[in-house]
């Protein structure tokens, strides 16, 4: 059975009653369940999702429950190298199980926590956002082995308190750091994509501040008629303490602490995906609705770059149909506030508690209650080997190229990690796609992208140094009378232990990976024109022809490298070795199948 059969099979017959059942937990984060304990929904989703991980068929899996005191679990999953992988260098895999609380706004047929599937849709809160990443990281990992391919260690962890800022995740990251180790790739599966048609990665996450606003002027309620012209109205105040944080006209928040540059690079990105992506037809506008700004560029920036300031919950306002002839005492809003991926999250919160709490209008009692706030994210680029491998997974998935957009939303942990980690790569992605309304009712899971992720993931390999030289080396000791040895600190390989031939290039002069070797006339010059992705005029010996080979690719031809190793070799071996060498070619082909 292929990796595509298997995944599309584990999707249909385990994965899917799995997510039935996960989205009918109403697992609420604990920001908007205080009461998460009491209430055992959280133990309840931690149980699914740590039974179900533990009765796969994956070699050396093992999966417990850290749990710290006053704080929400977290699931650790620890799966031993495979077949050759590094044990020392670490793959992270990132999920979390907690949602968002019901919101109003469903089909009557549907609901929060009522799994329906209805074609390619399964609909409830959670399944996309993003309780299927337990199940579709360890599934990856059950396929690779299944197709006999190579990976390292991997650790993934799944949190419980993401859609509240992720408060806890601190401090099980400090508790687990020396079991996690030190990554050097960091897969999240909790972001989104543009379409359905090929693999996106995120390429940075807005930061966030968020607290609760509010504002006392009296200490109960009065007569409307009684007090209105004396005493202010709350909601009057609070609007004019929101006027100080954003222009009401256009959106533009006037703190310059929630500011930052735009990187050039992600300007240039945003004016690329705009070309084919314009974000403002994602949303469910109501009849004549129109967005904040009509260039799709700047909808890309605004949404990723710039800060925003949203209301996403009231209190001390009665329903319309209970509201009486009453000056209400105070009103309180909830603030959420989208900060650009590179901002002091810290510094923008203690500017908005400042901007809102001094000099108060009319001497109301103003504060900023359960202030917090989250880091963004910028990405750095991509190595070549990692880009490589997802553009070839991309491909063979969805027949296209991997897309890259920035996301609007915030994950926490991927600008923790980003500090802790500083020299790891980021595979941020995610299906949260056109439609599916992540937080919002009618919320649902895309399962063919779901399954297409997972396959592409799974046939994702990242190319080792070590493993690449191996395969090198055999190439070259294979051939008449070569010898190897260092030089200037690479495995290089020599004629008679005299003539260099081909030299190992491991991150000498750049980032990448590969060799050097010796090449007939013309053919660096003709190589290096034609596919200069992976063919390079090597520093010192370029001008001597010699031609630079990068094996940091997912699609390395190994009978190509081995015919190229033989045309160095016949350059600078003497002519007895050559025929030597032609003798064996041909006597080997001359033997059967």
């Excluded at 990187?263 to 084919?276: E, F």
């Excluded at 590179?342 to 908005?352: F, G, V």
């Excluded at 399954?451 to 080396?473: F, K």
């Amino acid at each position: 059975m292929s990796v595509a059969e298997h995944v599309d099979r584990v999707w249909t017959d385990d994965i899917l009653p799995a997510l039935h059942e996960y989205i009918a937990i109403p697992n609420v984060s604990p920001m908007y369940d205080p009461q998460w304990r009491e209430h055992g929904h959280m133990d309840r989703a931690v149980a699914l999702v740590r039974d179900w991980c533990a009765a796969r068929a994956v070699a050396g899996l093992t999966i417990d429950v850290n749990v710290l005191a006053d704080r929400t679990p977290m699931i650790v999953i620890d799966v031993p190298a495979f077949a050759g992988g590094s044990p020392d260098d670490p793959v992270l895999l990132y999920g979390h199980l907690d949602k968002q609380p019901e919101m109003t706004g469903w089909r009557t047929d549907l609901g929060p926590w009522k799994p329906v599937l209805e074609g390619d849709r399964l609909y409830g809160r959670g399944g996309a956002d993003d309780g299927y990443s337990a199940f579709a990281s360890v599934l990856a990992i059950e396929a690779a082995q299944r197709a006999g391919l190579r990976h390292n260690r991997c650790v993934v962890l799944i949190e419980a308190s993401e859609e509240s800022g992720s408060p806890d995740l601190p401090a099980h990251v400090q508790a687990l750091r020396h079991r996690i180790g030190t990554p050097s790739l960091v897969v999240c599966l909790d972001s989104g994509c543009l379409d359905y048609e090929r693999m996106w990665v995120t390429t940075s996450l807005r930061g966030l501040a968020a607290g609760e606003l509010r504002v006392d002027i009296l200490t109960e309620g009065v007569h409307s008629g009684d007090a209105s012209g004396v005493v202010p109205s709350s909601f009057r105040i609070i609007r004019q303490l929101l006027d100080r944080i954003e222009d009401s006209a256009d959106g533009h928040i006037r703190i310059p602490e929630l500011h930052v540059d735009i990187p050039a690079d992600r300007a240039a990105q945003a004016i690329d995906t705009a070309r084919d992506f314009p974000i403002g037809g994602h949303f469910p506008w109501v009849d004549g609705a129109r967005p904040m700004v009509d260039d799709p560029t700047e909808q890309l920036l605004a949404r990723t770059w710039r800060p925003s300031v949203s209301i996403t919950g009231v209190t001390g306002i009665p329903s319309v149909a209970t509201a009486g002839n009453v000056l209400r005492p105070h009103t309180s809003l909830q603030l959420s506030v989208r900060l650009p991926p590179t901002c002091d999250h810290e510094a923008a919160l203690a500017a908005l508690e400042r901007v809102l709490e001094s000099d108060s209008p009319y001497g109301a009692r103003v504060r900023l209650l359960h202030g917090h706030s989250g880091p963004g994210w910028n990405a750095p680029s991509f190595a070549p080997w990692l880009q490589a491998a997802l553009d070839t997974a991309s491909v063979a998935e969805f027949g296209r190229p991997t897309g890259a957009f920035g996301e609007g939303g915030s994950i926490p942990f991927m600008g923790m990690l980003g500090e802790m980690f500083p020299q790891a790569q980021f595979v941020v992605t995610g299906v949260l796609g056109p439609g599916t309304n992540a937080h919002g009712p009618n919320e649902y899971l895309h399962v063919p992208t779901a399954r297409r992720l997972r396959r592409a993931e799974s046939m994702s390999d990242r190319p080792s140094a070590p493993d690449a030289i191996e395969q090198l080396r055999a190439l070259c000791l294979a051939l008449p009378q070569v010898t190897e040895r260092l030089s200037h600190g690479e495995p290089t390989w020599f004629v008679r232990g005299k003539k260099t031939f081909v030299m190992a290039s491991d991150h000498h002069h750049d980032d990448r990976f590969g060799f050097w070797c010796a090449a007939p006339d013309g053919v660096q010059v003709e190589l290096v024109e034609t596919e200069p992705d992976r063919f390079f005029r090597p520093p010192y010996v370029g001008h001597r022809g010699w031609l630079g080979v990068h094996l940091d690719r997912a699609d390395v031809d190994w009978d190509e490298i081995g015919e190229i190793v033989t045309e160095a070799y016949r350059v600078i071996a003497p002519p007895k070795l050559v025929a030597e060498l032609t003798a064996q070619l041909e006597a080997a082909a001359a033997i059967p199948d």
